[in-house]
Structure formats: C-alpha cells, structure tokens
C-alpha cells in the first residue's frame, strides 16, 4: 500500500497535487511520501513483536540524505556499501552502520574502523586478512560477519540475484567454520554475526526461509565451538509492488515467516531492506514534450530519460505508468519514451493511456529505490530534483542540477599544437 491517490481524476501524494509540484518544482521531479516510507518501517519493525531486532535501511535503494535521517530518527541503522554511503549515513545522524560489498577498498576499510560500525559484512578470506592488517595497524578490533552464500534461489531478475553459488557474492557454507576458528583466533578481530542477502524483488517468502535455515546451521554449529555470535543479518530483498494488484508480500510478511524460528537464539536479528521500504514511495513526474505517431506505433516523448530511471533499460522494468490528470475518453496505446539517444530509452511499450496531449503530466510508480540513486548525467543532463511530502507540506530535499553541478570537477585544458601530433 502507499499514500498516493486521486482525488477528482487528479493524483496527489497524500495531501499534495502532483501538479502543484510539477509546477513549482519543473519535471521531472521524484517525489516521495513520508508517510509511506514511516509505514513500511514501523510495520516490518513491529512484525518481529519481542524478537531484538534492528532494520538497517540499505542505503543504495536510496541515499537521500534526509531519507536516511528518517530512518535515522525512526532508530534505525544503515547498510552502507562504500565510503560514500558511510559518509551519508553518519552525516544524517545514522549511529549504527554495516559496511557490506565485496569489494571494500584499504581506505574505506580504514576509515570504517576510525569512524566505527557495528560491523564488516566480509565476504571472502582476502578480504578479511586485509582488514586484520589495517585494525591491527591502527590498534582496532574489527567487528565480522561473514557473509553467507547459502545457495538459495531467489527466482528473481538474474541482475540481481545474489543468494546462488554461481554469483560472486558471499562464502560458501563449507569453508565458514574454519574461517570463523581463525576470526575467533585473532588478536584484531571479533566474530560478531553472521548474514545472507539473497537478492532483490524476491516475491516469495521462502527463499529466506531456506537460506534463514541454512545460516542456524552454522550458527548452531559455531556454538558448539564456544564460537558465540550476537548477531544474524538476514539482508535485504523484499519486494515492492509495481502493479495495483499485484499480490505481494509486504515487509511485515517476510518477518512473520521467520519468526517462529528466531525465537531462543540469544541474537539481535538484523535486515537490511531497501526496496521495500522506499520503492513505492516514490514516484517520478514527467511531462509529455512531443506526441509523435511512428509507422505502426504512437510514441509519448517525455522529459525523463534513462539517465533519470535506468530500471527498465537495464532490467526491464515495468514502472506502471499513470497521467497525473485523469481526463476519460477512449484510450490508446503508447510507447512511453525518454530524449536519450538510445532504443533501451523505453520506459514502457504499448501502454493503454487516455489520450494525451502535449504538456500532460505522467507519474511513473515504485521509483522511490533505485531510482535516483542510479541517475546519472548521461548525455549531459541534469539530473532531477527531489521532494518529500508529509502531509499538505512538501520539502525541496535535492535540488535539480544547474550546469556548473555538471561540469564542476572538469578542467578545460588548452592542449596547444594538435597538428604536431603524427597520425
Ligand atoms: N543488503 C545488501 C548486502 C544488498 O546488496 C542489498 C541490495 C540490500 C541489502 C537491499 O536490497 P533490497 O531490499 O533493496 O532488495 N539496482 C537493482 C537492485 C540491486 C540490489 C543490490 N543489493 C534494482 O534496481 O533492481
């Protein structure tokens, strides 16, 4: 469910017109509702009822600084996967961070520990001697937690679906005990957890109940070792809606799944979503720059492009597609379309519309992860502004590029004597 609805044909974002924004903000604009990012994360938070816990928001779905001090302010924590997401976590107030990915860089490493997290989501024997080079350098303990690959199918895009032996993610099972002996053994370094992330958009509950069962194994397993862990990190990967009726898990389902099985364990269990949390609390308005009939298709040229919402280009996303200003009448089919020059700039083919004119307004939906976050300045634009709405309130949190933001760390050097140069 989210907070965007119509009133008389016109969409808002809870209390606000999408018009009223597009016009003081210009398009394409990302808009996103609090209340429907606050929910999301108090119903998965209240779904593991006495079970400790703590949701750590994967900050890749969406690093919006002011997004990340909602979580901040709701007590929760993030999940960063480079120095530049630690940074925005601490600079929005987040006190707990997972540093996760696979390939964690010397200086971000050192700067974690510096700086402080709850711990390294490490993922291969490589990396963890790294890491207990540079604590034992800097005099630091550096809290683990080997990240898991339970080779588990999330029947997922094959993008991103990270749970199965074939993709590069994670440990495999057989080698974490002796891997763990080692962490227990040494002077820089503390076994504090044990995680899995499967993937993402996993529709069903039960791959995390598979890899779920495969982490108390080892879990069980290290005890039996007097190797005690404080904490099991279950990832991310819930899903998010893209159709109305799309018959989903919401965050609290995928809890309520496990539940039964976190009970007496003595660990604070840990997820890390994004999507789910985010997803369809935000949505991307464009305008309609040309209408423009091909040999058998008609096209709606928009102001947003794939620089702006990569997803359909890169996965084949289908962001259902709505005008703002519900006008009737009979619909067509169009080929939704960004000004990039590139065939993958589609938003979505044949789409049944009411017939639009030039100017109109689209909304497209379930952008709010993934998004932004994955914008670029490809074909040198600029790229959007974002608003948060609470209420009958909207806030300007990102301001939309100017041309000096697109050129700022380019240096413009006179080379001198191109003709000398021998083809
Ligand atoms: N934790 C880890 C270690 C992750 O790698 C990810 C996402 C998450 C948590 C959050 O997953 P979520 O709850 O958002 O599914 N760009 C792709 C998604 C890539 C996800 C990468 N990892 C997309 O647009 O679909």
């Given at each position: 469910?989210?907070?965007?609805?119509?009133?008389?044909?016109?969409?808002?974002?809870?209390?606000?017109?999408?018009?009223?924004?597009?016009?003081?903000?210009?398009?394409?604009?990302?808009?996103?509702?609090?209340?429907?990012?606050?929910?999301?994360?108090?119903?998965?938070?209240?779904?593991?009822g006495?079970?400790?816990?703590s949701?750590?928001?994967?900050?890749k779905?969406?690093s919006?600084?002011t997004?990340?001090?909602?979580?901040?302010?709701?007590?929760?924590?993030?999940d960063?996967?480079?120095?530049?997401?630690?940074?925005?976590?601490?600079?929005?107030?987040?006190?707990?961070?997972?540093?996760?990915?696979?390939?964690?860089?010397?200086?971000?490493?050192?700067?974690?520990?510096?700086?402080?997290?709850?711990?390294?989501?490490?993922?291969?024997?490589?990396?963890?001697?790294?890491?207990?080079?540079?604590?034992?350098?800097?005099?630091?303990t550096?809290?683990?937690?080997?990240r898991?690959?339970?080779?588990?199918?999330?029947i997922?895009?094959?993008?991103?679906?990270?749970?199965?032996?074939?993709?590069?993610?994670?440990?495999?099972?057989?080698?974490?005990?002796?891997?763990?002996?080692?962490?227990?053994?040494?002077?820089?370094?503390k076994?504090?957890g044990?995680?899995?992330?499967l993937?993402?958009?996993?529709?069903?509950?039960?791959?995390?109940?598979?890899?779920?069962?495969?982490?108390?194994?080892?879990?069980?397993?290290?005890?039996?070792?007097?190797?005690?862990?404080?904490?099991?990190?279950l990832?991310?990967?819930?899903?998010?809606?893209?159709?109305?009726?799309?018959?989903?898990?919401?965050?609290?389902?995928?809890?309520?799944?496990?539940?039964?099985?976190?009970?007496?364990?003595?660990?604070?269990?840990?997820?890390?979503?994004?999507?789910?949390?985010?997803?369809?609390?935000?949505?991307?308005?464009?305008?309609?720059?040309?209408?423009?009939?091909?040999?058998?298709?008609?096209?709606?040229?928009?102001?947003?492009?794939?620089?702006?919402?990569?997803r359909?280009?890169l996965?084949?996303?289908?962001?259902?597609?709505?005008?703002?200003?519900?006008?009737?009448?009979?619909?067509?089919k169009?080929?939704?379309?960004?000004?990039?020059?590139?065939?993958?700039?589609?938003?979505?083919?044949?789409?049944?519309?009411?017939?639009?004119?030039?100017g109109?307004?689209?909304?497209?939906?379930?952008?709010?992860?993934?998004?932004?976050?994955?914008?670029?300045?490809?074909?040198?634009?600029?790229?959007?502004?974002?608003?948060?709405?609470r209420?009958?309130?909207?806030?300007?949190?990102?301001?939309?590029?100017?041309?000096?933001?697109?050129?700022?760390?380019?240096?413009?050097?006179?080379?001198?004597?191109?003709?000398?140069i021998?083809?």
């Amino acid at each position: 469910m989210d907070y965007f609805t119509r009133k008389s044909g016109k969409l808002f974002c809870e209390s606000v017109s999408l018009t009223r924004l597009a016009e003081r903000y210009g398009t394409p604009l990302y808009v996103y509702s609090l209340r429907t990012f606050v929910r999301h994360y108090k119903i998965a938070s209240r779904a593991f009822g006495d079970i400790p816990h703590s949701i750590f928001f994967s900050a890749k779905a969406n690093s919006n600084l002011t997004l990340l001090k909602v979580i901040a302010d709701l007590g929760g924590g993030c999940d960063v996967v480079s120095l530049g997401e630690y940074k925005a976590a601490r600079k929005a107030g987040i006190k707990r961070v997972i540093f996760s990915g696979a390939g964690k860089r010397p200086d971000e490493i050192e700067a974690a520990l510096k700086g402080g997290l709850e711990f390294f989501g490490v993922e291969s024997e490589n990396e963890l001697e790294l890491i207990e080079k540079i604590a034992t350098r800097l005099g630091k303990t550096a809290p683990i937690s080997l990240r898991l690959n339970p080779d588990v199918n999330p029947i997922t895009h094959k993008y991103i679906a990270t749970g199965l032996k074939t993709e590069k993610f994670g440990i495999p099972a057989g080698r974490a005990i002796k891997i763990y002996k080692y962490i227990s053994q040494s002077d820089r370094l503390k076994p504090v957890g044990i995680s899995m992330h499967l993937g993402s958009q996993i529709q069903t509950v039960k791959p995390f109940v598979e890899g779920f069962r495969k982490l108390k194994a080892i879990f069980r397993l290290l005890l039996e070792q007097r190797i005690v862990l404080s904490h099991i990190d279950l990832g991310g990967g819930w899903a998010a809606p893209f159709t109305k009726n799309q018959k989903l898990p919401g965050p609290s389902d995928y809890i309520k799944a496990l539940v039964p099985q976190m009970k007496g364990l003595g660990v604070e269990f840990i997820v890390e979503p994004g999507r789910s949390l985010v997803g369809n609390a935000g949505v991307l308005v464009t305008k309609v720059i040309y209408l423009k009939t091909g040999y058998s298709r008609k096209f709606a040229i928009v102001d947003a492009g794939m620089n702006d919402l990569i997803r359909p280009a890169l996965y084949d996303a289908d962001h259902r597609i709505e005008p703002v200003l519900l006008r009737g009448g009979r619909s067509t089919k169009y080929d939704v379309v960004g000004p990039i020059c590139e065939s993958s700039d589609t938003f979505s083919k044949k789409t049944a519309l009411s017939a639009l004119h030039q100017g109109d307004l689209l909304c497209l939906f379930t952008v709010g992860a993934y998004g932004q976050s994955m914008a670029s300045n490809y074909n040198s634009r600029l790229r959007s502004a974002e608003v948060l709405v609470r209420g009958n309130r909207d806030y300007l949190i990102r301001e939309r590029e100017n041309y000096t933001d697109l050129w700022r760390k380019q240096k413009l050097i006179d080379l001198k004597n191109l003709q000398k140069i021998k083809p």
